[in-house]
């Protein structure tokens, strides 16, 4: 089933041109936990009709009536998980959440049609063997407890919520050039090395334009306040080089006046300053000039390197050079403007938080719109979404107290972990729903979808959980975050599902046990 879904959607990446960008290397991961996850219940499904005594075909049948509705929904719900990714503005992000969603489709639908046949063609004893086994028994007695115990169990969980979502007020959003890599990578040693030695690998771009629309930036009046600008950017704002006009016609000043290092200045006498401006001038047909000057001489181009600070630290260093400006810059003559990598990654870092909100507040609508059409029951989605968003707040606090931040690869976390959490709520509601309508007793209807679907949700998850550990091996240290708490959110998902989401039901619909 993985390896088909999987041909399937990288064929169709290919014939699109798509290509495997960092964040892509998860989808695999995705298709494997999505298959596994319909596999095992769909063959504990089987087996528990098999082992009613039923005959092959009707197992099946009866498997697509209890399953065949759960895994669609839990199929739509991830999927619109992963495609609400296309709120963010970043390119790679949305492209990897829609081609998750149709890998999740996939997964689906051949899980339906194609493990459905093998699971006809192949003979009873095959699929009856004993594989990986949960003791009823002691499932049992796990509800009894819940049964007997709902009220500490939901105080329990409110407090372990609040306790580690405090760590969400230590949120932020943050970047490094350096922290994808591990300090004993090669690629962090090479960049250490530029940065120690080079003055920094994080790059430094600023536009500065004339507002007057009959000056040029090479005005010597203009070219003073761009002077005072390039001053402060290397005695204040922390580059170690600065390249612009202002540079170049110091450095001619400079070589005219027999290279004295005093003489590495604007030159007040404007017949002086014309004469270094003609030699500028000649460097105009050179196309290198051209990344520091336009060609109608209205802008100019800044340009430096300085250390790794850091995205929070540059933004205070950008909020010191505007009131620099606002200060002592003549902003009747200039106006400027920050561009290059670094203000594009800073500001995709800024909308983080927003792009993440907006992502998982459609999801969220989607998936009550869908529980409520499905259960009928505004009660029943707020147990959902309440039972749902606990293990993700609980994944923030933990970034927040082991004082991670929140990258643009980091972010995906949580629709990852909330699309596949979600599932486990949906299979155990569902089958709720299903024994409900076979029995009119609600405690028998809940006991009974507890023990069936908790066998199948222990597996899935500690086998989904393992598929997402192993990304903690790669050299990228976003994917290894991500593989970490993507792993955590599920386990804490699971915890919650068994225990809290049964007690919420016992308590909220005041589910008793008819024969003590």
């Keep these: ?76 719900t991830s999927s619109i998980g992963f495609i609400s990714l296309i709120t963010n503005s970043i390119r790679p992000i949305n492209d990897f959440g829609i ?10 639908i051949v899980a339906m049609i194609f493990f459905s046949a093998c699971l006809y063609v192949l003979p009873k004893n095959k699929v009856q063997k004993k594989g990986l086994h949960i003791n009823s028994k002691k499932l049992t007695a796990v509800f009894d407890f819940i049964y007997s115990n709902p009220a500490r169990l939901i105080v329990s969980s409110i407090i372990l919520l609040i306790v580690l979502s405090l760590g969400c007020l230590k949120l932020e959003t943050n970047n490094y050039f350096t922290e994808e890599f591990d300090k004993d990578d090669p690629h962090f040693k090479d960049f250490m090395y530029f940065e120690e030695q080079y003055g920094g690998v994080r790059p430094f771009q600023m536009i500065v334009t004339a507002k007057s629309e009959n000056a040029s930036v090479l005005d010597l009046d203009i070219m003073k306040e761009v002077d005072k600008l390039e001053t402060y950017l290397k005695q204040d704002y922390g580059l170690s080089t600065v390249m612009s006009p202002a540079s170049l016609i110091k450095s001619i000043h400079q070589s005219r006046n027999g290279g004295k290092t005093d003489e590495f200045k604007l030159s007040g006498d404007i017949k002086e300053y014309k004469k270094d401006i003609k ?29 790794d600070v850091g995205a929070i630290e540059a933004g205070k260093r950008n909020e ?22 670094s203000e594009i990654i800073d500001s995709n ?67 990852i972990a909330f699309g596949i959490a979600v599932d486990d709520s949906i299979h155990i509601l569902s089958r709720y729903k299903i024994y409900q309508s076979y029995s009119k007793d609600r405690y028998i209807a809940l006991r009974d979808s507890f023990l069936q679907s908790g066998k199948a949700i222990l597996i899935t998850t500690f086998i989904i959980s393992a598929g997402f550990m192993a990304l903690m091996f790669s050299d990228f240290k976003s994917i290894a975050q991500t593989g970490l708490f993507v792993s955590l959110c599920l386990l804490f998902a699971l915890i919650l599902d068994l225990l809290l989401l049964p007690a919420i039901l016992i308590k909220v619909f005041r589910i008793k046990r008819s024969n003590p």
């Design 349 to 415: 870092n800024k909308s983080l938080v927003s792009n993440l909100a907006l992502g998982l507040a459609i999801s969220l609508l989607s998936i009550s719109i869908i529980m409520g059409f499905v259960f009928r029951s505004f009660k029943m989605v707020l147990i959902t979404l309440l039972v749902n968003i606990a293990p993700l707040m609980m994944i923030a606090g933990l970034i927040g107290w082991f004082d991670y931040h929140l990258t643009v690869s980091t972010s995906i976390i949580f629709t």
């Design 279 to 307: 030699i500028l001038n000649k460097m105009k047909k050179r196309k290198a000039f051209l990344t520091f000057l336009s060609k109608d001489g209205k802008r100019l181009r800044i340009s430096g390197k300085m250390k």
């Design 1 to 76: 089933v993985i390896f088909v879904a999987l041909a399937i959607l990288l064929n169709i990446m290919i014939f699109l041109d798509k290509g495997l960008y960092t964040v892509m290397i998860i989808i695999p991961t995705i298709i494997f936990i999505v298959g596994i996850s319909d596999v095992v219940h769909m063959i504990d499904c089987y087996k528990h009709y098999l082992a009613k005594g039923f005959k092959k075909l009707m197992a099946l049948k009866f498997t697509f009536n209890d399953i065949g509705k759960a895994m669609f929904l839990t199929s739509l």
């Design 99 to 108: 081609y998750a969603a149709i890998g999740v489709v996939l997964t689906f």
């Design 320 to 341: 010191a050079l505007n009131a620099f400006y606002n200060k002592n810059i003549n902003s009747d003559l200039i106006e400027y403007r920050l561009t290059g990598i």
